[in-house]
């Protein structure tokens, strides 16, 4: 009886411990210091934003949601007028200060979430990105972030492409691409789907892949495509580059408005592939 009084003792002081740990870290005794990657970035803790500005910014710890042990940290920034990206962590509170790096990810986050604002790329600079990425009848192009469809429509119909995959993020955008394909007869030679363009399982079936998504994406595409894509593959990006993945060709071109345009050419090479490889073996 006296052993079972001491044991029954002694859980209790140790659940009044933790119970007073928790409590004291629940009270504010926590403090994150959170860094985010950039000044207007909006910071939400536990789906409550963090009135705050600057890229470091010091946050007394909120009370702990029941049941919970860990504070869900999530920041949107915009690193231009059409790209959002969404970045996720899960912080475990202890006493005194807590660092939050919210300006990369860290192993075991979510992988961002990327939005990017759909803005047509007409249809004569699509026709001038298709005759740079030598679109011919025995080519499958690819376009990620295809927005209302219309590159792979005007490969097909135009290039006479074998075939064509749109991918975009939006059911909406997917909607009227498959609505535009059956206007222009082409339905049987696409497929439009939702979905991540990071994540398209079947890339290496492209010939052609054509882009109008911005930098951010770009360089998160960027090891993706040189470890997908077979040597030879034609990659065509409207206005934007992939950071130090200097392209093949670039040119400026007129449309039809008046306005001036650049366009990128890379052409995949064995080199490309292997480094791409490198890179996700370096990662895991």
């Given at each position: 009886m006296r052993y079972s009084r001491l044991a029954g003792a002694a859980l209790l002081a140790l659940a009044l411990l933790a119970w007073s740990g928790q409590a004291a870290v629940a009270g504010g005794k926590t403090?994150?210091?959170v860094h985010v990657p950039q000044s207007d970035a909006t910071l939400l803790i536990d789906g409550k934003e963090i009135k705050g500005e600057g890229e470091e910014r010091t946050v007394p710890a909120p009370k702990l949601q029941k049941g919970e042990k860990t504070y869900q940290f999530r920041v949107l920034w915009e690193p231009n007028n059409y790209t959002k990206i969404w970045r996720k962590r899960t912080?475990?509170?202890k006493e005194g200060e807590v660092v939050v790096d919210l300006r990369k990810n860290e192993p075991g986050d979510p992988k961002d979430h990327i939005e990017v604002r759909y803005v047509p790329t007409p249809d004569d600079i699509v026709?001038?990105?298709c005759k740079?990425?030598?679109v011919t009848k025995n080519d499958v192009v690819y376009d990620l972030g295809c927005g209302d469809g219309r590159m792979v429509i005007i490969a097909i119909k135009k290039f006479g492409a074998k075939r064509g995959v749109g991918v975009d993020i939006e059911p909406e955008r997917i909607k009227e691409s498959k609505a535009n394909a059956k206007k222009s007869g082409v339905t049987d030679k696409v497929q439009f789907r939702v979905g991540d363009v990071l994540k398209v399982k079947d890339l290496s079936d492209a010939d052609v892949v054509l882009l109008y998504m911005g930098d951010?994406?770009?360089?998160?595409l960027k090891p993706i495509l040189k470890r997908t894509l077979k040597p030879g593959a034609r990659v065509v990006s409207h206005r934007f580059t992939m950071g130090e993945w200097k392209p093949t060709k670039s040119e400026r071109v007129t449309g039809m408005d008046g306005q001036e345009y650049r366009l990128h050419l890379w052409v995949i090479t064995k080199a490309d592939n292997n480094e791409g490889k490198e890179i996700?073996?370096?990662?895991n």
């Open positions: 403090t994150f210091k912080v475990t509170p026709e001038m990105m740079m990425g030598k951010d994406i770009n360089n998160r996700k073996k370096s990662k």
